[in-house]
């Protein structure tokens, strides 16, 4: 590759890290989707900016959950002012919060860290590495992995940059950077303990490739854009052209471990109007596509939920429930081998009354694929709660009001 060539690919993806990728608010579920961690705030508080409220939702099991026990968090004692980045959980019983300092509205240089925190969000012990990136991380969710022989937290940082920390404690100290990637964007989880990242392609290509990379820094595989805009625009009978994306801003793991779930966007500063884009269905031990489906939806994490039968679906909030309405809705669409025009194939659009585009937060399915939330702001910060079968809703929201 040229020098100008790299410098003007450099300068590329800069401008991209730095003004797209799909900003949200996105519900955390812990792993056994028993708990939520919600990052919110005040009425038309912008959501990729750093959040002013965290708060745990405990949830019961089966009917139970309307008696769902929501607490907002505290900071850490001499903390100060701070506002909330993102949430990652660790295991059942613990969570990563990345934080920024806070004052006059803006956040404060050198003010960003990385907490571990358990006893039900009562015990915040700071890890140390580099701080988070305060503009790109409210983008992305951070993604944690198996690695020097313990977990990591991978996360943004620096300039163009991703960290991998060790969640670890040794000598006294807890954490530890483990290692960086330089001129890549973390995506999300990837296959077998692995992370996905974007970045320019390695050679003289000028490409953005998709990779997958393991705790001990060795690529599992990578996909170049080119590669797979010209596979995805054959499955869906376009030319290469007709289809735009670049960036890849959220990936859902399958619980089968064959398959990933990779959100690939057109993103700019008018994200709010809703992002264009795909959900690539990719095999897990080489990247390769299975099946797609395009769509515009809201910023949130969309994913998939899978029939017994064979056959995906996938899930989002749409920034208009048809053509001729301007309402949101809850909607679902076919990926792979349920297209066609029986009834099962059309999906769902439920729509959102009164609920503006500004006002979604983020959603995305609980681990176990049944549950649906979307994080919705207002006067009052709630969390719905939908309960899922295939491409079908069950019943009536589950809405829970925060304190």
Not at 121 to 139: D, H, K, N, V, Y
């Amino acid at each position: 590759m040229t020098k100008i060539l790299r410098c003007t690919l450099i300068v590329t993806l800069a401008y991209y890290l730095l003004l797209v990728g799909c900003p949200h608010r996105t519900p955390v579920w812990s792993p056994d989707g028993r708990k939520v961690l919600l990052l919110g705030g005040a009425d038309r508080e912008p959501i990729d900016k750093p959040a002013s409220k965290l708060w745990l939702v405990d949830l019961p099991e089966g009917k139970a959950k309307g008696s769902a026990r929501p607490a907002v968090l505290k900071p850490p004692q001499g903390g100060g002012r701070l506002r909330y980045l993102a949430a990652a959980w660790l295991d059942l019983q613990s969570f990563a919060v990345l934080t920024v300092g806070w004052e006059n509205g803006e956040p404060v240089d050198g003010s960003e860290a990385v907490w571990k925190v358990t006893e039900n969000g009562q015990a915040w012990a700071r890890l140390s590495g580099p701080p988070p990136s305060a503009e790109r991380t409210p983008r992305r969710n951070p993604v944690v992995i198996p690695a020097g022989g313990g977990k990591a937290l991978v996360y943004a940082t620096g300039s163009e940059t991703v960290a991998a920390v060790s969640l670890a404690e040794a000598s006294g100290a807890k954490g530890g950077e483990l290692f960086k990637l330089e001129q890549a964007e973390v995506v999300g989880p990837g296959p077998e303990g692995s992370f996905l990242v974007y970045r320019p392609e390695e050679g003289e290509s000028g490409d953005l490739e998709l990779a997958a990379i393991g705790g001990d820094q060795k690529k599992r595989w990578s996909r170049r854009f080119s590669d797979l805009r010209s596979e995805i625009a054959k499955a869906l009978g376009k030319k290469p052209e007709e289809v735009i994306f670049n960036d890849a801003s959220s990936s859902t793991p399958d619980p089968d471990g064959q398959t990933i779930a990779v959100t690939l966007v057109f993103t700019d500063v008018n994200w709010k109007d809703g992002v264009s884009g795909y959900l690539a269905l990719l095999a897990a031990k080489d990247g390769a596509l299975l099946s797609v489906s395009g769509a515009t939806c809201l910023p949130g994490k969309p994913s998939l939920s899978r029939l017994a039968s064979g056959g995906y679906w996938a899930w989002a909030v749409l920034p208009f429930v048809d053509k001729s309405s301007k309402n949101t809705a809850v909607g679902s669409f076919p990926i792979g081998e349920l297209r066609g025009s029986t009834a099962e194939s059309r999906g769902v659009r439920l729509e959102l009354k009164d609920l503006p585009k500004t006002a979604i937060q983020g959603y995305g399915l609980s681990p176990d694929r049944q549950t649906f939330a979307v994080a919705v702001n207002g006067p009052t910060t709630r969390l719905l709660l939908y309960s899922v079968s295939g491409g079908k809703i069950e019943g009536e929201a589950l809405e829970i009001s925060m304190p």
